[in-house]
């Protein structure tokens, strides 16, 4: 007797690719598989290897007339379940999916394929926030667990199926999951499946029950979740995350607010990138404090050899996209066939990041697909859009604390040479264009993945011209400098070679002994070359503190080159690149003297500048402006928009300076700031490298304030947390700011569409930003708070009352005399203080009697001034 089952492929499934036809034979002597290749066969180890996966080894193999036959003798799965595994096979030989270890989640929890995958993406998931078990225990213990798999699918199910007319209970299958987690033998399965269920609960929306444009359903899924939701959050947390599954790609999207943006990468860290990114997206939601969105960061990595970046890329944004919500005709438009309990969330935009530099266009044309609402917006940077590196914006804005440090040292780098050594290289965006914003430069030493380069005394016009040179020479390395340039004792030589040898110029430049040395060895002389500047224009964090590990810098490519912030000689450090030293790494620099701001402030130009690209486009797209004309007017804006990008990454890097020159008067209002900033924005002081009691008291007793590091985090955090305040206000709301917000745009774009900017659809994040902005900047980081404090007002108060005593001031003007009164750096900044001074002392005079009449209120303000101020 025997029971044959033939399987067919499912109906939602159409076959594009050939698949094999499967049919189970099931006899007294055993059980066979007969396949029916659509071509020549596998190997018989790679057929043997996938049948294992679904827990059937084969015993013999034969070949028959019904075809291909594999003989896994007695077996007692039931006909349905073989039937299950039939049509596995078939759907992976036309390749809707890749069958691995989560195959034997088929026999063991009788499910489809598909929902073996839906696990797998889950597990996949929990894999990623650092659960601490492989990926095959994970699924070892699922596959322990048929009736929590189930109960998780129905969970699931439940929450998200649109067809739900025979849905069970969301909040019985909640239970039931909840119980069969309690249910768990052991403790490493309880905390897998407490990990699993978290998702399920986290999850706000899927493109899983989503159907494409051929009427199947998609070979991607997408899961959008509530973070804080998860199980085993770590310190940061983001408040929202997208996270993209496939056999081919997967990534992850993170944002700190519901209006966020940031880069996408190609991520070359497949064990950890959700680590990478989360390390990411918190530097980015400080870096942009100046600007309206908050923070976010995404990357993929390719689980596919065969598979190109940009078709890794394209997945991951129609995965995005799939399960955001759009705006049509003013009104929100939520997915097809997706449950969307959170709510309207329509705000997505992406930029250019390491491996995606040119793939704006590539989203900005998938956003065209999918007719979403911000179009050519979606992904600052294309083709219509704004050029980093043309206008060289990044380095500008980085070169202006450089510029800045080195003035209140006294070194005039307009005038005098000064030494440096470099990460990156001259057709890199940030480095190249650094690196031609002096001709006084004398390039010492640089180095990128390639090759070392070192030019012992270099003259800076000659070495000027040959860097521009390697600058417009696409793809260039340093193996393309000019030998015949380079001074005596200098070369070029690969991180491959076996050994250095080095000049005894090479020696005294790099302020070392050894006579030959390793290409390691090498960069790390050039990180400590005893140099005036250290210009980080590359990839990679190069700098720990002495206290760290090599881990803390979670970066282990470049484990073996990392220099401690001790070993540093440099005078002074300019981050035009991400993450190239650990912020306690900065910390221990400016407490031995060196001067460094953060890369989340040096490098905010190139951020704004998107920012500002992505604003004018809604504006402009949402009137009667034709395309030729929309980018003819962003073009001719674009000194107007590098000029005030420019002009704002200044004030906030002034800002520091002024904060810096009292920081050990100001130590208690800074200390009571950070618990502010604590309680009120979440803000947790060890992760963003504060210093904490004993650290505190030291620099108390040695008369010591924050360093510039520090100032830095407490000024965008501080701007971060009273936008959101004013956010929360009627302020962005009040006549008295209206200006604000035409003011934002170049004043071209805001001729042509100033209908268009006063209904903006960010209008009053752009007013309460500018608002913030320039009150954190010009009375200084804590001010509010010790205002709030003192006289127990709120933040829309302060902010009235400042508007109130800057109109009366002429501030503006007041400010920039100042500015261009005083020939020394620390006269301006000491004019500065005074001002600053004045501006707090009249706005608590206008906080304690009222605006009441403009008039005499004015009048009052000027008989104290005329008197000597007013009292405190």
């Known amino acids: 007797m025997s029971m044959v089952v033939r399987p067919v492929m499912a109906e939602t499934h159409a076959v594009e690719?050939?698949?094999?036809?499967?049919?189970f034979a099931v006899e007294e002597a055993g059980t066979r598989a007969e396949v029916q290749w659509p071509g020549s066969p596998p190997l018989l180890a790679e057929v043997c290897a996938t049948f294992e996966h679904f827990g059937l080894r084969v015993a013999s193999y034969r070949v028959a007339d019904a075809g291909h036959c594999y003989e896994f003798g007695r077996l007692t799965l039931p006909a349905a379940t073989l039937d299950l595994i039939g049509r596995a096979y078939q759907a992976a030989t036309a390749g809707h999916w890749q069958v691995d270890r989560y195959a034997a989640l088929i026999p063991s929890a009788g499910i489809d394929w598909r929902r073996a995958v839906l696990i797998r993406a889950a597990g996949r998931f929990i894999w990623q926030t650092g659960l601490g078990f492989s990926a095959d225990y994970i699924v070892d213990s699922l596959v322990a667990a048929p009736d929590f798999v189930n109960a998780l699918l129905t969970?699931?199910?439940?929450?998200?199926?649109?067809?739900?007319?025979?849905?069970?209970?969301?909040?019985?299958?909640?239970?039931?999951?909840?119980?069969?987690?309690?249910?768990a033998a052991s403790l490493d399965d309880e905390r897998i499946r407490h990990a699993l269920h978290s998702f399920v609960r986290a999850t706000l929306r899927t493109n899983w029950f989503q159907i494409g444009p051929d009427g199947q359903p998609k070979d991607y899924l997408s899961f959008k979740l509530d973070s804080a939701r998860l199980a085993g959050t770590g310190p940061v947390v983001p408040h929202r995350e997208i996270y993209v599954c496939s056999d081919t790609v997967e990534g992850i999207h993170l944002r700190s607010g519901a209006i966020a943006r940031g880069g996408l990468r190609w991520s070359n860290r497949p064990e950890d990138f959700r680590t990478e990114v989360l390390g990411l997206m918190k530097t980015q939601a400080v870096k942009n404090a100046p600007i309206v969105p908050t923070g976010a960061k995404g990357a993929f990595v390719l689980r596919n050899a065969d598979i190109a970046p940009a078709d890794g890329y394209r997945t991951f944004i129609r995965g995005m996209l799939d399960i955001t919500d759009n705006i049509v005709d003013g009104t929100i438009r939520h997915p097809q066939r997706t449950v969307c309990p959170d709510g309207a969330d329509a705000y997505l935009v992406v930029a250019a990041d390491k491996g995606t530099a040119r793939f704006s266009d590539l989203a900005n044309s998938i956003a065209a697909e999918y007719g979403f609402w911000l179009g050519d917006a979606f992904a600052s940077g294309g083709s219509a859009g704004y050029d980093h590196k043309a206008m060289g914006i990044t380095a500008r804005g980085a070169w202006l604390s450089v510029q800045r440090h080195f003035a209140e040292a006294g070194h005039d780098i307009e005038a005098e040479p000064f030494t440096v050594a470099g990460i990156g290289d001259m057709s890199g965006d940030v480095f190249g264009n650094g690196m031609l914003l002096s001709d006084n430069i004398k390039l010492v030493a640089a180095f990128d993945h390639r090759h070392i380069f070192v030019d012992p005394?270099?003259?800076?016009?000659?070495?000027?011209?040959?860097?521009?040179?390697?600058?417009?020479?696409?793809?260039?390395?340093?193996?393309?400098?000019?030998?015949?340039?380079?001074?005596?004792?200098?070369?070029?030589?690969?991180?491959?070679?076996?050994?250095?040898?080095?000049?005894?110029?090479?020696?005294?430049?790099?302020?070392?002994?050894?006579?030959?040395?390793?290409?390691?060895?090498?960069?790390?002389?050039?990180?400590?070359?005893?140099?005036?500047?250290?210009?980080?224009?590359?990839?990679?964090?190069?700098?720990?503190?002495?206290?760290?590990?090599?881990?803390?810098?979670?970066?282990?490519?470049?484990?073996?080159?990392?220099?401690?912030?001790?070993?540093?000689?440099?005078?002074?450090?300019?981050?035009?690149?991400?993450?190239?030293?650990t912020q306690q790494a900065r910390i221990g620099f400016a407490l031995?003297?060196?001067?460094?701001?953060?890369?989340?402030?040096?490098?905010?130009?190139g951020v704004a500048t998107s920012d500002l690209e992505v604003n004018i486009k809604i504006a402009l797209d949402a009137g009667n402006i034709g395309t030729a004309q929309r980018n003819a007017l962003l073009a001719d804006a674009t000194d107007d928009v590098a000029a005030r990008v420019l002009a704002d990454n200044a004030e906030a890097i002034l800002a520091i300076s002024m904060a810096a020159a009292e920081a050990d008067s100001l130590l208690d209002r800074h200390i009571r700031l950070i618990g502010n900033l604590r309680d009120k924005a979440g803000v947790d002081p060890q992760v963003e490298g504060l210093p904490a009691g004993p650290e505190l008291a030291r620099r108390r007793a040695m008369g010591l304030g924050l360093t510039r590091p520090e100032i830095a985090v407490l000024l965008a955090q501080s701007k971060n947390l009273v936008a959101q305040e004013l956010l929360a206000s009627d302020v962005p709301d009040r006549e008295a700011f209206a200006h604000r917000l035409v003011d934002y745009f170049p004043?071209?774009?805001?001729?042509?569409?100033?209908?268009e900017i006063g209904g903006h659809p960010l209008r009053r994040e752009i007013v309460a930003t500018s608002v913030a902005g320039e009150l954190i900047n010009r009375v200084g980081p804590g001010t509010i708070y010790r205002m709030q404090e003192r006289l127990a007002v709120s933040t829309a108060e302060v902010a009235l009352a400042y508007a109130t005593v800057r109109e009366i001031l002429d501030l503006d003007a007041l400010w920039a005399a100042e500015l261009e009164g005083n020939s020394d750096e620390s006269q301006r900044i000491q004019a500065l203080l005074q001002v600053r001074e004045l501006v707090e002392h009249l706005t608590s005079w206008v906080l304690r009697n009222g605006t009441g009449n403009r008039a005499q209120v004015s009048a009052a303000i000027g008989r104290m001034i005329t008197a000597g101020g007013p009292a405190i």
């Open 17 to 23: 690719t050939p698949s094999a036809r499967v049919s």
């Open 747 to 755: 004043g071209a774009v805001a001729e042509h569409a100033r209908a």
């Open 592 to 605: 031995n003297g060196g001067r460094i701001n953060a890369d989340f402030i040096d490098n905010a130009a």
């Open 457 to 581: 005394d270099p003259n800076p016009q000659a070495s000027f011209e040959e860097r521009a040179r390697l600058f417009d020479l696409p793809t260039s390395s340093w193996q393309d400098y000019d030998p015949t340039l380079i001074s005596a004792g200098g070369g070029v030589w690969p991180r491959t070679a076996k050994s250095i040898p080095l000049s005894s110029q090479a020696q005294a430049a790099l302020g070392i002994e050894a006579a030959e040395c390793t290409p390691d060895e090498l960069v790390a002389a050039v990180l400590r070359a005893p140099v005036d500047l250290l210009w980080n224009g590359g990839i990679g964090t190069y700098v720990r503190a002495d206290t760290e590990a090599d881990s803390d810098a979670r970066d282990k490519a470049n484990d073996r080159v990392r220099v401690t912030a001790s070993q540093l000689r440099c005078k002074v450090i300019g981050e035009g690149g991400n993450l190239g030293l």
């Open 155 to 183: 969970l699931f199910d439940a929450r998200f199926n649109p067809d739900g007319a025979d849905r069970v209970d969301a909040d019985q299958a909640d239970r039931d999951v909840a119980a069969l987690v309690d249910a």
